[in-house]
């Protein structure tokens, strides 16, 4: 369908994968910092909590615009630096400039939207590219491994924000993303020296005159509904499933963790301003281990998706998930082990760490099966196909589960774990109707 210079090599090329694997490595270390504190921001301006998930979730409305759009334009993209870096080139140094200056602006509301939706128009500006960069340059049969160090990096980005950044912000939230900030661009100048993407060319008569339109995420979408296949349509709608429970606990864990376990946060009675400031530090922290298992096991999980299947890899992983999930909300909000506050800090952590081995053999394997899928000049389309579900996933569920905070517990956070469990539980059921997208042999 269209040559390029893509290596032929049957061995994965890890130094260029690392490489590649930066422009991952600036969104995760930004998401994670931004997921952690931003929503207990607005929870001390906006005292309702469905508000505080509808503007949560609209802050990735940029997303499901943006993403899928630019992808398909990547696609189409010829320039002297590549197809996808120069999204890179202009999207990496917005975000972080906009990224810094949301701390600054914490205290005023309608500045701070102003921030986040400039800071997210930007991430979404370059993210579906970033992806699209790797299954540019690496061959289909090393792609999951591949995709396993791609987010590897990504989560290495995270476990600095919730170590580091998590430290950083007990001293001053300007600290932790500021030097948030000044990370990303350091990845983008290494990534734009050392990572030359493939030259890639479509001969005139390689796409009838007839489809020549149809390289498009709307195209994509109508090709995944009516496609007797339907194996990347229930991949995609697990992927709206599990990404719908995966934000709400992203987005509500540590508003959850300060309120509903003051006594494992240390907050006593009454709570002042700096007491309030270390807990949310420390709710962030207790995130670290489940960064860090994640990126333990990002390439193994990758190599297990392309040894054992994608789909049954997949499908392996969210049951982990779930269940260690389940023994989270019981540990947190029941105390069924009868542990001190100390104890039942770590055990949390530790059960977070559980779920993150089983969430890796999941997020490493999906979007790998919709690559797989798309042909080669379809990768940016396919890309946004994606993050078209993911980032809906993000918009309707933090509101969703906000509206159940305060129709059936009274603006408590009570329910966060059930809500997130039933979403895991339809996603698993939909990975039932995936049969196809596994790893080409040749």
């Not at 990224?99 to 205290?107: E, K, T």
């Not at 489940?290 to 193994?300: D, E, R």
């Not at 797989?372 to 993911?390: H, N, R």
């Not at 305060?406 to 039932?432: K, Q, R, T």
């Amino acid at each position: 369908m269209y040559s390029n210079e893509k290596s032929v090599s049957s061995s994965l090329d890890w130094r260029k994968t690392f490489l590649i694997g930066l422009g991952f490595f600036t969104t995760g270390i930004s998401w994670a910092l931004y997921n952690s504190y931003v929503p207990l921001w607005l929870n001390d301006l906006i005292p309702d909590r469905f508000v505080v998930g509808i503007i949560m979730g609209l802050d990735n409305l940029a997303m499901i615009i943006m993403e899928p759009i630019v992808g398909s334009i990547s696609d189409k993209t010829h320039t002297r630096w590549g197809r996808r870096i120069p999204f890179l080139m202009i999207g990496i140094p917005i975000s972080a400039g906009f990224f810094i200056l949301l701390p600054m602006f914490r205290g005023t509301l309608l500045i701070l939207m102003a921030i986040v939706f400039g800071f997210l128009l930007m991430m979404a500006f370059y993210r579906a590219p970033v992806v699209a960069l790797m299954p540019d340059i690496i061959p289909s049969k090393n792609r999951s491994k591949a995709n396993g160090v791609i987010n590897l990096m990504g989560g290495l980005g995270a476990v600095y924000a919730f170590l580091f950044g998590s430290m950083l912000y007990s001293i001053d939230p300007i600290f932790a993303f500021g030097s948030t900030s000044l990370i990303m661009i350091g990845a983008l100048v290494l990534l734009f020296l050392y990572v030359k993407e493939p030259v890639v060319t479509i001969p005139e008569n390689a796409i009838p005159e007839s489809a020549k339109e149809e390289i498009s995420v709307i195209s994509s979408l109508k090709e995944v509904f009516t496609d007797s296949d339907k194996s990347c349509l229930f991949v995609l709608f697990a992927i709206f499933f599990w990404f719908v429970g995966y934000n709400a606990l992203e987005t509500w864990f540590t508003s959850w963790a300060t309120s509903t376990l003051p006594h494992v946060m240390d907050i006593a009675a009454p709570a002042t301003e700096e007491a309030i400031k270390k807990a949310r530090a420390a709710a962030g922290f207790m995130l670290t281990v489940y960064a860090l298992v994640f990126v333990i096991f990002a390439i193994p999980a990758g190599i297990l998706g392309q040894r054992l299947g994608r789909a049954r890899t997949i499908r392996i992983g969210l049951p982990i998930t779930i269940g260690f999930i389940f023994v989270i909300y019981l540990v947190g909000q029941f105390n069924i082990l009868t542990m001190g506050p100390s104890t039942q800090y770590y055990a949390m952590m530790i059960l977070l760490g559980c779920a993150a081995f089983g969430w890796a053999l999941v997020n490493i394997n999906s979007i790998v099966i919709v690559w797989e899928i798309a042909t080669d000049v379809k990768l940016g389309s396919y890309t946004g196909l994606y993050y078209l579900f993911s980032s809906s996933a993000a918009v309707l569920g933090p509101g969703a589960v906000g509206l159940i905070f305060d129709v059936f517990s009274g603006g408590s956070f009570e329910l966060l774990f059930p809500a997130s469990l039933f979403c895991y539980v339809i996603a698993f059921v939909m990975m039932f109707g995936v049969k196809s997208g596994e790893a080409k042999i040749s």
